[in-house]
């Protein structure tokens, strides 16, 4: 049986990675409008002085400064020997001076009167202001923006030397298809490759991705052989773990040797360090998150030993959310959507799961757990890693409680003013949770209390001495999504797909339940659990399930049956004084805003009477 040669620390792995290979410093020539971006491999030299000569800065008279002396209000001086300018024009010896025209009279014989002293060079840029010939515009080591290379131009260069390193990407698994096709069952798009190339591309690297290979091991084999043969680092995508069609360690092997099999990173455990020719050769994992963790923990550092720099992460201190356990034995990397509410950050963590493509889209964060650590419990300080400017993570804005398609369209509207909406779905117990304990800005629930009303009465329970404010998204369908439009009174005859506990939909199943006489435990499917109205119906769609409770948009977005069941009240919980931070403040704007109605009539299912509505927790 296959197994890991040997896991390894991450800090061994990097020790490996810095002390294995003699990295070249390769350079490539590029036009400046190719250049953004790159990084300088040298030093870079203007190759003429700008200006080049001396030039008027204004539009006015040149003049010998020294002519001048003397000149004043009370004493007029009339000036002979001038040169009329305008600005730019070249300022020619014996003259040192520009007096502006809207300080000059011009006489009816064409002579100039001035009533104030010149200083010598007023108003001239004198040759060379802007840079001299010869002199360093941009040390190596610059990554170039668009302003440096407009300089740059200016300065006479057309090309520049850049640092690069030529990536060769090398995708295998049989069951890869390119991306825009739809993957019949068992395929798999190739993604891994593509946001590899271009998140090293953005770093100053030029990659090459060759054909998806499929899992033979001579195809394999050839295919990684030309790869190091045509770049500077070669990364292979997939086949690293020890599956039966697993081949990236036995073929680097046979080409070269493996350093390191295995190292103590979740996810990114299989992650290889080979080296063939005297080049690394590093495997990925094929799970998306897994390729991410070892592309930024091992790849990233080795682009600084082949002369990249690598921007450093922004790290900032933000309680935890919610409690992250784990295993001592490996550093673990959680992705999280963090922003400031109130004086403080706060971190939610993402999914774990290795092969969850929406934690990276919806995090701008991530966290790292030493290894020796057994985790980080909730509203714990912790210190995460920014992986976008601080100043967009200053604009996030959290919303953490129940799922509903509505969400998604206040983010899309919110977009439009900068502002980046992270949505959690824990359900609406979870969202009250998280506002009771200040981890969001707002908690989208419908929960209906014994009284009939919805959400208030939980909120005087749960935040007695907390006035809350309630903002009405929409009053809304739930209902049986199904492919044949099946009722809830046939549940008990046909597999489920369940909504998760603390989920408002959960609970009102439950009541349902509870007052059939109906044993959740005689339900098929009733444990399976489901964190959005949308993956109910995906399950539902693909067979998994025959049916399950959603809101009437879920189903009506996949094309499936709806029967209903309740219409319930969906709000946004908030504190008050919240609304004084303009997020909040335009987050609730949104709400009633008539782009917001538009949108949910298109979707359908909601009743638009009381959206924008807004009243106390406390009447």
């Known amino acids: 049986?296959?197994?890991?040669?040997?896991?390894?620390?991450?800090?061994?792995?990097?020790?490996?990675?810095?002390?294995?290979?003699?990295?070249?410093?390769?350079?490539?020539?590029?036009?400046?409008?190719?250049?953004v971006g790159r990084v300088t491999a040298a030093p870079v030299h203007?190759?003429?002085?700008?200006?080049?000569?001396?030039?008027?800065?204004?539009?006015?008279?040149?003049?010998?400064?020294?002519?001048?002396?003397?000149?004043?209000?009370?004493?007029?001086?009339?000036?002979?020997?001038?040169?009329?300018?305008?600005?730019?024009?070249?300022?020619?010896?014996?003259?040192?001076?520009?007096?502006?025209?809207?300080?000059?009279?011009?006489?009816?014989?064409?002579?100039?009167?001035?009533?104030k002293a010149a200083a010598p060079w007023q108003h001239v840029r004198?040759?060379?202001?802007?840079?001299?010939?010869?002199?360093?515009?941009?040390?190596?080591?610059?990554?170039?923006?668009a302003m440096d290379l407009g300089a740059l131009a200016a300065y006479g260069l057309r090309s520049i030397e850049v640092a690069t390193v030529r990536v060769g990407l090398v995708p295998t698994g049989s069951?890869?298809?390119?991306?825009?096709?739809?993957?019949?069952?068992?395929?798999?798009?190739?993604?891994?490759?593509?946001?590899?190339?271009?998140?090293?591309?953005?770093?100053?690297?030029?990659?090459?991705?060759?054909?998806?290979?499929?899992?033979?091991?001579?195809?394999?084999?050839?295919?990684?052989?030309?790869?190091?043969?045509?770049?500077?680092?070669?990364?292979?995508?997939?086949?690293?773990?020890?599956?039966?069609?697993?081949?990236?360690?036995?073929?680097?092997?046979?080409?070269?040797?493996?350093?390191?099999?295995?190292?103590?990173?979740?996810?990114?455990?299989?992650?290889?360090?080979?080296?063939?020719?005297?080049?690394?050769?590093i495997g990925l994992p094929g799970y998306p998150l897994s390729a991410l963790t070892v592309l930024r923990e091992l790849v990233l550092p080795m682009l600084a030993h082949f002369g990249l720099p690598v921007p450093s992460a922004v790290g900032v201190s933000a309680a935890l959310a919610s409690p992250l356990h784990k295993e001592v034995g490996a550093d673990e990397f959680v992705l999280l959507a963090a922003g400031r509410v109130g004086?403080?950050?706060?971190?939610?963590?993402?999914?774990?799961?290795?092969?969850?493509?929406?934690?990276?889209?919806?995090?701008?964060?991530?966290?790292?757990?030493?290894?020796a650590s057994e985790g980080i419990e909730a509203d714990e300080e912790v210190e995460v890693q920014l992986t976008v400017p601080r100043c967009e993570a200053e604009r996030a804005l959290l919303v953490t409680g129940s799922h509903d398609p509505a969400i998604d369209v206040l983010a899309d509207l919110l977009s439009a003013e900068g502002i980046d909406l992270h949505s959690a779905h824990v359900g609406s117990m979870g969202g009250l949770f998280a506002l009771r304990r200040r981890h969001c800005h707002a908690a989208p629930m419908h929960l209906l209390a014994p009284d009939g009303d919805f959400n208030r009465p939980y909120l005087r329970q749960y935040l007695p001495?907390?006035?809350?404010?309630?903002?009405?998204?929409?009053?809304?369908?739930?209902?049986?999504?199904?492919?044949?439009?099946?009722?809830?009174?046939?549940?008990?005859?046909?597999?489920?797909?369940?909504?998760?506990?603390?989920?408002?939909?959960?609970?009102?199943?439950?009541?349902?339940?509870?007052?059939?006489?109906?044993?959740?435990?005689?339900?098929?499917?009733?444990?399976?659990?489901?964190?959005?109205?949308?993956?109910?119906a995906v399950a539902v769609r693909s067979?998994?399930?025959?049916?399950?409770?959603?809101?009437?948009?879920?189903?009506?977005?996949?094309?499936?049956?709806?029967?209903?069941?309740?219409?319930?009240?969906?709000?946004l919980a908030l504190d008050p004084s919240s609304l004084e931070d303009p997020r909040v403040a335009a987050l609730v704007a949104a709400v009633s805003s008539e782009a917001f109605r538009d949108r949910l009539e298109a979707l359908g299912g909601y009743d638009l009477t009381l959206t924008g509505e807004q009243r106390s927790s406390r009447l």
């Open 175 to 281: 069951e890869l298809i390119p991306h825009g096709d739809r993957p019949a069952p068992g395929q798999v798009v190739e993604s891994n490759t593509l946001f590899a190339a271009t998140w090293l591309d953005s770093l100053g690297c030029r990659s090459t991705r060759y054909p998806n290979t499929p899992d033979e091991y001579a195809l394999i084999r050839d295919r990684i052989s030309t790869a190091v043969d045509e770049n500077d680092l070669v990364i292979v995508s997939a086949g690293s773990s020890a599956g039966t069609r697993d081949f990236t360690a036995d073929v680097i092997e046979e080409l070269g040797e493996v350093l390191i099999h295995g190292v103590a990173i979740k996810p990114g455990k299989p992650g290889i360090v080979g080296r063939v020719g005297g080049k690394p050769v």
């Open 46 to 115: 203007a190759r003429f002085s700008v200006p080049e000569v001396h030039l008027s800065a204004m539009d006015g008279i040149a003049i010998r400064a020294a002519e001048t002396s003397g000149a004043s209000e009370g004493r007029p001086l009339r000036l002979l020997d001038v040169l009329r300018v305008n600005t730019g024009n070249v300022v020619p010896v014996p003259y040192d001076a520009v007096v502006m025209i809207e300080d000059v009279l011009i006489n009816e014989d064409g002579s100039y009167t001035i009533r």
């Open 543 to 571: 067979g998994e399930a025959e049916m399950g409770l959603g809101v009437y948009s879920a189903a009506g977005a996949l094309g499936l049956a709806f029967s209903p069941v309740a219409t319930e009240r969906y709000e």
């Open 126 to 145: 004198p040759a060379g202001e802007d840079i001299g010939e010869t002199e360093m515009a941009v040390p190596r080591g610059r990554r170039l923006r």
């Open 343 to 371: 004086e403080r950050f706060v971190a939610i963590p993402q999914s774990r799961g290795a092969g969850v493509q929406m934690s990276v889209v919806r995090s701008n964060a991530y966290l790292r757990i030493p290894a």
């Open 465 to 536: 001495d907390r006035e809350m404010l309630l903002v009405c998204v929409a009053e809304r369908q739930q209902g049986i999504i199904s492919r044949h439009g099946l009722g809830i009174e046939a549940i008990a005859d046909h597999t489920f797909a369940n909504r998760q506990r603390g989920s408002g939909t959960r609970m009102l199943l439950d009541r349902y339940l509870a007052e059939h006489g109906i044993d959740p435990g005689s339900i098929t499917g009733y444990d399976r659990e489901f964190t959005t109205h949308l993956g109910v």
């Open 1 to 35: 049986m296959k197994r890991y040669l040997s896991v390894v620390s991450l800090e061994t792995a990097l020790e490996t990675l810095r002390t294995a290979f003699v990295y070249p410093h390769p350079t490539e020539q590029v036009p400046l409008e190719a250049a």
